[in-house]
């Protein structure tokens, strides 16, 4: 059946090492995103991407890194830079970009990883 | 700037009807959102609107007034498993599909 799943659902990993954090679709999505929740605070974008090949900075994009190779695919990598880097982090998906209707515009989100540095 | 606001926390006893309120000022406004999240899990989606006015769906029911920047969520005959976070979220004009979330509204359904 369809969606969207993430692994590992918990990643733990020292202080200054790069992580890579897993997201698959098999929506047939064109557009993919990455999010970060905190307690008390809403989900914050990452990284978005239209289309493969292509990305785009999002919010809080500085310490992170994406790839599009395959649109199934879009990977995060939480880099040593990342200063904060412990949070809940939600991938998300939908069927286009700016389609200004409900049934493309709707992000369907991933289980989500739990990333601790510690 | 970009402000959403939503209550921290509710709480409703089962059977009974909530209402969750939101409300927005941005710089744009395509549209609004809003996603029920089970602690530790993923948001899942319950509502959109773009136009004033209430959608209903089933025991959910969502409302939205553009002129005050408002929207409500109404939950009808509450049950344990409504016990949850509700997030808030605006679509913003321009290219892309961005979404603007609150802090979301956390939930308590007692007995």
């Known amino acids: 059946d369809g969606g969207i799943t993430q692994s590992p659902k918990y990643l733990f990993r020292k202080e200054g090492q790069n992580v890579t954090l897993s997201c698959e679709q098999n929506?047939?999505?064109?557009?993919m995103y990455w999010y970060r929740q905190d307690p008390g605070q809403g989900l914050r974008l990452i990284y978005y991407?239209?289309?493969?090949?292509?990305?785009q900075k999002g919010d809080i994009a500085e310490g992170y890194s994406v790839s599009r190779e395959k649109k199934e695919s879009f990977p995060l990598t939480v880099t040593s830079a990342q200063k904060n880097p412990t949070a809940f982090y939600l991938c998300?998906?939908?069927?286009?970009?700016?389609?200004?209707?409900?049934?493309?515009?709707?992000?369907?989100f991933g289980p989500g990883t739990r990333l601790t540095v510690l | 700037g970009q402000n959403i606001d939503q209550p921290t926390e509710m709480t409703a006893t089962e059977g009974a009807i909530v209402q969750i309120n939101c409300t927005y000022q941005?710089?744009?406004?395509?549209?609004l959102f809003w996603y029920q999240q089970h602690a530790g899990e993923a948001p899942t989606f319950l509502s959109y609107?773009?136009?004033?006015g209430l959608e209903e769906k089933g025991r959910f029911s969502s409302f939205l007034s553009r002129s005050k920047g408002y929207s409500y969520l109404l939950l009808k005959e509450l049950q344990m498993k409504d016990s949850a976070s509700y997030l808030c979220?605006?679509?913003?004009?321009?290219?892309?599909?961005?979404?603007?979330f609150g802090a979301g509204t956390r939930l308590a359904v007692h007995p």
């Open positions: 998300a998906s939908s069927l286009r970009q700016g389609g200004l209707t409900p049934s493309t515009d709707t992000q369907y």
């Open positions: 929506l047939n999505h064109d557009a």
């Open positions: 991407s239209q289309i493969v090949n292509d990305f």
């Open positions: 941005t710089s744009g406004f395509n549209g």
């Open positions: 609107n773009v136009l004033d």
């Open positions: 979220a605006v679509r913003d004009v321009g290219g892309y599909n961005k979404l603007i």
